[in-house]
């Protein structure tokens, strides 16, 4: 006997979907190809990345579920697995789906400031360390390396911590710039609360970073903190 279809969450679907749900797949699809990002809501984006491993069944539900949970649709695809899987119907095919949009959104925004004049493109640079960062739970540490004409050429993440903390080791970060003859960093973590005011301890930790690159003769562009809408950053903040 065969066995009825089942959802990325475990439970049975129809076998085939209802005109009605078909036709608001095909319609979200189209209005997508012919106006783009802007003519969907957040939960249609999700949708309609969620159409692909979730052939049979009514994702709208889930899409919005996933935006009360996470806030927008970067919160959506930043989520670490284990708390995505925590909502209802989401199975690991769905999940897969959205890793492999954030991985690509990445990678897309990496290739945009890599090998790229790191100063000059400030916007962009910015923009992808958003796309990075803004949305971890907790908070992440990363340096990006540049050459002597600052183009970047590396972004490595440090370490990672806990919601409030990182732990940063100045001579690991100078020996780092060394071996990778780079000329000059840009400092950049986030603050999970959202907020990117420069704690105490960043300030302090900045500033040893700063005197044990001065040893090896690498300097400090600026230290970018990441909040979830604003930024901070320590050179126009007086702090560098």
């Known amino acids: 006997m ?10 049975k679907e129809p076998a085939k979907p209802s005109d009605h749900r078909h036709g608001h797949r095909e319609r979200l699809r189209l209005r997508f190809m012919s106006a783009g990002t802007k003519a969907v809501a957040d939960y249609e984006l999700l949708e309609l990345v969620l159409f692909r491993a979730i052939p049979r069944r009514d994702v709208k539900p889930l899409a919005k579920r996933l935006i009360d949970r996470f806030g927008d649709f970067n919160g959506a695809l930043s989520a670490e697995p284990e708390r995505l899987r925590e909502i209802d119907g989401l199975g690991d095919a769905a999940i897969l789906e959205l890793k492999i949009v954030e991985a690509a959104a990445h990678r ?24 990075s960062m803004a949305h971890l739970p907790t908070e992440q540490f990363r340096i990006l390396f540049l050459d002597k004409k600052n183009v970047l050429i590396a972004d490595e993440e440090q370490q990672r911590g806990t919601v409030d903390h990182v732990p940063v080791y100045p001579r690991e ?17 986030n603050h999970p609360s959202g907020d990117p005011t420069p704690s105490q301890a960043d300030i302090d930790m900045t500033r040893q970073i700063a005197a044990a690159l001065r040893a090896v ?15 901070a950053s320590f050179r126009q903040l007086g702090l560098l």
């Not at 065969?2 to 439970?11: F, I, K, Q």
């Not at 890599?114 to 796309?131: G, N, R």
């Not at 970060?173 to 973590?189: D, G, N, P, T, Y």
């Open 2 to 11: 065969s066995e009825d279809p089942l959802g990325a969450g475990g439970e």
């Open 108 to 131: 897309l925004t990496q290739t945009r400031v890599l090998k790229k004049p790191a100063l000059s493109s400030w916007a962009s640079l910015m923009a992808y360390c958003k796309a």
């Open 173 to 189: 970060v100078a020996k780092r710039a060394l071996e990778l003859h780079a000329s000059a960093l840009i400092l950049v973590h």
């Open 217 to 231: 003769g690498v300097k400090i562009h600026d230290h970018v903190v990441i909040g979830k809408e604003l930024d």
